[in-house]
């Protein structure tokens, strides 16, 4: 099981990043690798992911719910998902929220998920793994930031 | 005639001339007889280690290895290397000497049929005397046609029952049809379609390729259809000499290779399995169509996955009628066999990451790269798994006439033995084992067997004074890596107290004034040189750290 628990700082005030946050499709475009598909009955969307696991790339198709908390700029995300060729899946369970001052250019993002990969390729790579869950975490934090109108996460 | 000399003598007569193993009152009376019939004994200080020795001589020689233990706690000592044998389909046959039948509470008495099963080996026992050309038959036969280790049990008391039986003993070979695997027209021609529409091909060539002689028929396959040649691990530097191989598919491979191999439109699988490592988990091939050309009925893929087109051959014949269906239909292409690539090729990416090299160590990259260049072409290498591997398998690229890696059961300790076995089947042509610290202290008793037998071996023993494997995962985890960390004595001073040779080495200087010195007269010799834990290999960077190199 991989762990996050970042808080991303963004320079921007939180009705702006809520308005970023609240948009699924804003989201998945601050996701380095990430495509949203087609939205389900359910409210679920299809995906695409590919993440880098060092050199080799292993391509996630995947079904995302995103739950949204207007009142209190919180939401959840739960995503799964699964790569043809190496059969690993992953499961994420991800909550998010948006805290600052409406008054002040600056947002604070807490952000706590799990994630769990499974599959053989999973044991060799979970270290790994870990680091590449962070850095994709800093990268996302910096295209939220770039996407808010600030420069920097 | 007792039933021990009768079974010395079955053994002559499927060919056995060396034998490696340790005396026990299970094995003395038919070691006695071997010597009496020319057969060369290799006394060991470790059972698993004759079977390694073994091992390597069936890897280098093709032919089946001989190793010997006594009943019960001999045996029992060769489960490890008798796994890996299985897992390296090494043809060999382990005489061990059975508790006798008529005491079942015999202090060595073991349930042998039973750890032969556990260990992945095939078990033969002579169960009467009047068997006994049967099951030494019967052993060499499965150890040849199934190509895998074969426990024969032999109890002791039947061991000393008369022989009167005068025919001549009938040999495994004489029974086995000696014929190649050829394929079938209509798969040659459904692979030659697929091969025809392929852009991007690369051949991928195994073990069972190099066996088969396979090499001029690939090198014109490749050039007729533009393709690039990988080669699985166990194939390493393999036909390295054409201009477009682009080294080890699989976990070895260079970012370069990965980033060719995985934009490749059909692979053609020739003696390899293609097993997760090859592959790496099929990621390294998302798109590809395979052929996979292979003289077992079927070899399963990766993933439980098949081919998508299987062509049942012997590796040669099946890629010579490849290229005789593709020029019956005048098919060439470049490829990927153009002036990008080469130069790709060329400027291929190198590891230059900068590490903080402890004082007194050296970096591991450069001195692979140095003694790649300063050992001959003509001297052998062998690989150890471990840590250190991770740089050997990579930087070492040049051809030698036996380049053997490990990583079978994912073991060490398993490469000198079978290093040894190798260099004596090879007629004692000098080699050098690259291994790691906890590699060569697992088996340090057995460099005494080196200088008894004055094997030509060199042992570089990549010293970082750790077992690197668990050190570099401990430290991914955040985990205090102490307890990974284990300090070795001065392993050259150890060397020659066992009458050997040995250096100790912190500078590159200093390791290539001793490898002149081994070349200059070639023997059992080991140099410690201490390396630096702060270089962490291609292979774990990837998967430990997520690194993208």
Redesign the interface.
């Known amino acids: 099981m991989i762990e996050v628990n970042e808080r991303i700082e963004v320079p921007s005030t939180p009705q702006t990043v809520w308005a970023i946050l609240s948009d699924p499709n804003a989201v998945v475009e601050c996701v380095e690798g990430a495509e949203l598909g087609d939205k389900q009955e359910d409210g679920s969307f299809d995906a695409k992911m590919t993440v880098?696991?060092?050199?080799?790339?292993?391509?996630f198709a995947a079904n995302v719910m995103v739950n949204y908390e207007e009142a209190n700029k919180a939401g959840s995300v739960t995503a799964r998902g699964r790569d043809r060729?190496?059969?690993?899946k992953f499961t994420t369970e991800m909550q998010f929220k948006v805290e600052g001052d409406d008054a002040v250019a600056q947002s604070a993002i807490p952000i706590k998920a799990e994630c769990e990969l499974t599959g053989?390729?999973a044991h060799?790579?979970e270290?790994?793994?870990?680091?590449?869950i962070k850095?994709m975490t800093a990268s996302f934090a910096q295209k939220l930031a770039e996407r808010c109108g600030g420069t920097k996460a | 005639m007792k039933v021990y000399e009768r079974l010395s003598q079955a053994f002559k007569a499927e060919g056995t001339t060396n034998v490696f193993g340790m005396m026990g009152d299970g094995n003395m009376y038919w070691q006695y007889a071997n010597e009496k019939n020319g057969i060369k004994m290799h006394e060991v200080r470790h059972e698993g280690v004759g079977l390694g020795m073994a091992d390597g001589w069936a890897r280098a020689t093709r032919n089946p290895g001989v190793c010997t233990a006594t009943c019960g706690p001999g045996t029992t000592q060769l489960a490890t290397a008798f796994v890996t044998a299985a897992r390296a389909s090494s043809p060999l046959v382990a005489f061990c000497g059975e508790y006798p039948v008529s005491d079942d509470e015999y202090t060595q008495a073991l349930d042998q049929s039973a750890f032969a099963h556990g260990v992945e080996a095939a078990f033969v026992r002579m169960g009467t005397a009047e068997d006994a050309d049967e099951a030494v038959r019967k052993a060499f036969y499965i150890a040849r046609t199934q190509s895998r280790p074969v426990l024969l049990s032999v109890p002791m008391d039947l061991q000393q029952k008369e022989w009167d039986d005068d025919e001549p003993y009938k040999p495994s070979t004489s029974i086995i049809p000696k014929r190649v695997v050829t394929p079938n027209q209509s798969a040659i021609e459904q692979a030659a379609d697929m091969l025809s529409k392929a852009k991007k091909p690369v051949i991928v060539v195994g073990r069972g390729a190099m066996w088969s002689g396979a090499g001029d028929e690939v090198r014109a396959l490749a050039a007729r259809t533009g393709a690039l040649i990988a080669t699985t691990l166990q194939a390493k530097n393999w036909l390295v000499d054409d201009e477009y191989h682009i080294g080890i598919s699989g976990t070895y491979a260079t970012k370069t290779a990965i980033g060719l191999l995985s934009d490749s439109d059909v692979v053609v699988a020739v003696g390899a399995s293609l097993n997760r490592y090859t592959t790496h988990e099929g990621l390294l091939y998302p798109e590809a169509q395979f052929i996979h050309i292979d003289p077992k009925a079927h070899v399963m893929l990766s993933r439980g996955k098949g081919a998508d087109h299987y062509v049942q051959s012997d590796g040669k014949a099946g890629v010579a009628a490849l290229n005789a269906e593709l020029t019956k239909r005048n098919f060439k292409q470049m490829g990927r066999r153009t002036g990008e690539v080469k130069e790709k090729l060329a400027n291929a990416w190198e590891d230059r990451a900068d590490f903080k090299i402890e004082e007194g160590t050296l970096d591991p990259r450069p001195l692979c790269l140095a003694l790649d260049d300063l050992v001959p072409t003509d001297i052998n290498l062998f690989v150890g798994s471990g840590h250190t591997s991770g740089f050997t398998n990579i930087l070492f690229r040049k051809s030698r006439p036996i380049v053997m890696p490990g990583h079978f059961f994912g073991c060490i300790g398993q490469m000198m033995p079978a290093a040894v076995g190798a260099v004596i089947g090879s007629g004692m042509k000098p080699a050098i084992l690259m291994d790691g610290d906890a590699s060569t202290m697992m088996h340090i008793g057995d460099f005494d067997t080196m200088v008894r037998y004055n094997v030509p071996l060199l042992i570089y023993c990549m010293n970082n004074q750790c077992l690197g494997a668990e050190y570099y995962k401990l430290e991914a985890h955040n985990m205090k890596v102490d307890t990974s960390c284990i300090p070795t004595a001065d392993l050259g001073a150890v060397a020659r107290a066992f009458g050997g040779r040995g250096a100790l080495c912190r500078t590159e200087e200093e390791v290539k004034k001793a490898t002149k010195e081994w070349l200059a007269k070639p023997g059992p010799m080991i140099i410690d040189v201490r390396v630096s834990r702060s270089v962490v290999t291609l292979p774990y960077r990837r998967v430990h750290y997520g690194e993208d190199v």
Do not use: D, E, Q, Y
């Open positions: 880098k696991f060092g050199p080799a790339k292993v391509s060729i190496s059969g690993t053989r390729l060799l790579i270290s790994g793994a870990n680091l590449v850095r």
